[in-house]
């Protein structure tokens, strides 16, 4: 793909005999949000650790930004960006203070580091207090921070680990509006995370990992469309009217799902405007008064589950290994 920024074919990596990417492939097009979802354990610290040159695969064909991961890493290094799930700032510095020591450490002169620092911080919505040390920034503020300095040399492809992780919803508001400024510039992101919302709302394709390997790749809607479609839910006043109202929908009995502590019927639907005209005209006709009727798409978390299937027991911890 002559577009891609990331190639991945093949990738391999185990621990122990124990593999943590098996066979794993996917590609990013340049110049777009990239997400990677999967259960703990999958393998996506592993992917991101191997694409940023931090850990060796065993097998298989890893590029970014044109590069070979094995045999170009220092040629890789200078284009990329890493944001971990732990912040790299020091405490005791202010935001401005920081991002300059970004800056020589990267190898930027004095005076380029300093302008560089402003920039981050007038685009990050953090000038006002780059002087305040990061010990009294908020979540938000911290991780906006952090995200700036993986910007300090401008990558063509950027890392992000689990960005918005413990963050409160403000603050992951705030770290999402900063991942689509990153979008006009051109930059390609390649973004794990555990919040499927954040997937939904950044993405522009998704690749779906489980047990190492790509189980699913498409946008949003391609990976809705191919777990279930459209469905339609229609909550009933009377819980005792559930079974009428079953019969009356336009699918086979065994597609339809039951909720009667919620007086809820659920139900796939192909055409989504004829099928919500058709069941409110036919709950009427039956005299079945209904309290809510809406056609949705599935959520991505009902995609996740689907594909993914149930969750490990509690107290497994794979994915701090691989």
């Known amino acids: 793909m002559a577009d891609a920024a990331i190639t991945v074919d093949g990738a391999r990596k185990a621990y122990g005999g124990k593999p943590a990417l098996d066979g794993l492939g996917l590609t990013a097009a340049r110049g777009t949000v990239h997400a990677v979802l999967g259960p703990n354990g999958a393998g996506k610290t592993t992917l991101v650790r191997i694409l940023a040159t931090l850990l060796r695969p065993d097998a298989g064909r890893i590029e970014v930004a044109g590069h070979d991961v094995l045999t170009e890493a220092r040629a890789v290094r200078l284009r990329i960006g890493l944001l971990g799930q732990h912040a790299a700032l020091d405490e005791e510095l202010g935001g401005r203070q920081n991002l300059e020591m970004f800056g020589r450490l990267h190898h930027l002169g004095a005076r380029h580091a300093r302008v560089r620092a402003d920039e ?56 999402w509006a900063s991942v689509r400024s990153l979008l006009g510039g051109g930059t390609t992101v390649l973004l794990t995370t555990q919040y499927l919302e954040e997937a939904d709302q950044l993405a522009d394709r998704i690749s779906v990992v489980d047990a190492g390997r790509v ?21 009933l006043r ?13 699918v086979a009995k065994a597609e339809i799902s039951v909720d009667p502590d919620r007086r809820l019927l659920s139900a796939p639907v192909a055409d989504r405007m004829a099928a919500l005209f058709g069941v409110v ?5 039956a005299g079945i008064e209904a309290e809510d009727v809406a056609v949705r798409r599935p959520t991505l978390d009902e995609v996740f589950l689907r594909l993914t299937g149930p969750a490990e027991p509690a107290g497994d911890t794979k994915e701090a290994a691989v």
């Open 215 to 235: 189980i699913a790749d498409g946008t949003a809607d391609e990976l809705k469309a191919a777990t279930g479609g459209d469905r339609i839910d229609v909550v």
């Open 120 to 175: 981050l911080l007038e685009r990050f919505s953090l000038a006002d207090t780059g002087s305040k040390p990061v010990r009294a920034y908020s979540g938000g503020m911290r991780r906006r921070l952090d995200l700036a300095a993986s910007l300090i040399r401008d990558p063509q492809v950027l890392f992000l680990d689990e960005p918005t992780t413990g963050l409160d919803p403000r603050g992951r508001a705030e770290v």
């Open 238 to 250: 009377d819980a005792g009217q559930l079974g009428a109202a079953v019969a009356l929908l336009p």
């Open 281 to 285: 005209r036919a709950l009427e006709d």
